[in-house]
C-alpha cells in the first residue's frame, strides 16, 4: 500500500535540508527559500515542478519507479532513504547489488564540485552514470548512449570509432586491458551476472575479443596517461585518477592534465568552450 502524505512529507523535508552547493547549484542572489526550491529538484529530478509540486502536497498519481529512481538522485538520497520513498509509492525497493545504478550521496558531492575539471562516475563494467560540464565537453554527453553502447568496453570492441584516438599499439593494449578486466569481473560476479552476459555478447560481435576472451589474461592494467583526441582543441595526454565507492561498486574517473602543459592550456581553452555537440566515443 501506498502513503502518498508521507512521500509528501518525506520529499519536502529533504529539500529543505539541501542546499544550492550541496548539488552543484548557484545560489543566486534574494534567496528566501530554507533549501532548494520546488522548481530545483524538478530540474535536478528531470520533471516538471508542477508534477513535483504535487508530489509534495500528497495530491499527485503515485510515481512510477522510474520517476522514484530520478527523485532519489535528485535529492541525493541514501540507498536507506532511497528504499523508503519507493516503500511509501507502494513500490518493492530495488535490489541491493553491484549492478545499481544509484549514486551515493557523497560520490554525487563530489562530483557536483568539479565543474572545471573533466569527471564521470562509471559502473564496474564502464557505464557512466553521471558526467561533470566539462566531462561532457570532453567525452561527449553519455546520456546519449543506450544500452550495452553505455559501456565503454563493449564500444571499444563493437565501434571502430572509439579507437580513433590511439595509436594501434596503444590500442592493442587496451584491448587487452578491457578484455582481461571483464574477466575477472565476471569471476567476482558469477556465470550469471551482468558481467557475464556482457562477456558472452561481445564474444558473439567480436572476432578480437573472442581471442582475447580465450588467452584467459588477467592483471592487464591501462597506461598512466589516457589519450583523446577531441574535435575542437586537439589532441590531450591526461592523468586519470579514480575514487571507488565499494558499496556500489561505482568509480569516479578525474582527468587532469600537468600544470604548465600544452594539454593544461587546451582543457583551460575546453572550461570555455563548453558542452558542444561532440560525439561521445
Request: charged fraction near 25%; aromatic fraction near 4%.
Given at each position: 500500500m ?21 548539488v ?24 516538471s ?8 502536497r ?7 519507479e ?31 547489488h553491484?549492478?545499481?545504478e ?21 559502473t564496474?563494467?564502464?557505464?557512466t ?6 566531462g ?10 543506450t ?8 564500444r ?17 593494449k587496451?584491448?587487452?586491458?578491457y ?10 560476479r ?32 591501462p ?19 579514480t ?9 569516479l574517473?578525474?582527468?587532469t ?11 583551460r ?11 561521445p566515443?
Amino acid at each position: 500500500m501506498s502513503d502518498l502524505t508521507g512521500l509528501g512529507d518525506f520529499l519536502q523535508r529533504r529539500r529543505e535540508a539541501l542546499q544550492p552547493e550541496d548539488v552543484g547549484l548557484a545560489r543566486g542572489v534574494r534567496r528566501r527559500t530554507a533549501g532548494l526550491r520546488r522548481e530545483e529538484v524538478a530540474l535536478l529530478s528531470h520533471m516538471s515542478t508542477d508534477y513535483y509540486a504535487r508530489l509534495e502536497r500528497g495530491t499527485g498519481p503515485t510515481p512510477s519507479e522510474q520517476m522514484l529512481v530520478s527523485l532519489a538522485q535528485g535529492l541525493h538520497l541514501s540507498l536507506a532513504e532511497r528504499d523508503h520513498v519507493f516503500r511509501l509509492a507502494g513500490h518493492q525497493p530495488p535490489a541491493r547489488h553491484s549492478a545499481t545504478e544509484h549514486i551515493s550521496p557523497g560520490m554525487l558531492r563530489i562530483l557536483d564540485r568539479l565543474d572545471d575539471t573533466p569527471a564521470e562516475i562509471v559502473t564496474e563494467l564502464g557505464e557512466t552514470l553521471r558526467q561533470s560540464r566539462l566531462g561532457v565537453a570532453l567525452l561527449g554527453d553519455a546520456a546519449l548512449r543506450t544500452g550495452w553502447s553505455r559501456s565503454v568496453g563493449y564500444r571499444w570492441f563493437t565501434d571502430p570509432a572509439s579507437r580513433a584516438a590511439y595509436p594501434p599499439d596503444e590500442a592493442a593494449k587496451l584491448s587487452r586491458v578491457y578484455a582481461a578486466g571483464l574477466r575477472e569481473l565476471v569471476a567476482a560476479r558469477g556465470p550469471h551476472s551482468r558481467a557475464a552476459e556482457l562477456a558472452e555478447g561481445l564474444r558473439a560481435r567480436s572476432a578480437e575479443f573472442a581471442t582475447l576472451w580465450d588467452a584467459h589474461e588477467v592483471g592487464a592494467r591501462p597506461p598512466e596517461i589516457k589519450r583523446f583526441l577531441h574535435s575542437e582543441v586537439g589532441r590531450l595526454d591526461l592523468s586519470c585518477q579514480t575514487l571507488l565507492d565499494p558499496e556500489n561498486s561505482h568509480r569516479l574517473l578525474v582527468y587532469t592534465a600537468q600544470p604548465g602543459s600544452e594539454s593544461a592550456e587546451k582543457l583551460r581553452l575546453l572550461s570555455v568552450l563548453g558542452p558542444s555537440s561532440v560525439t561521445p566515443g
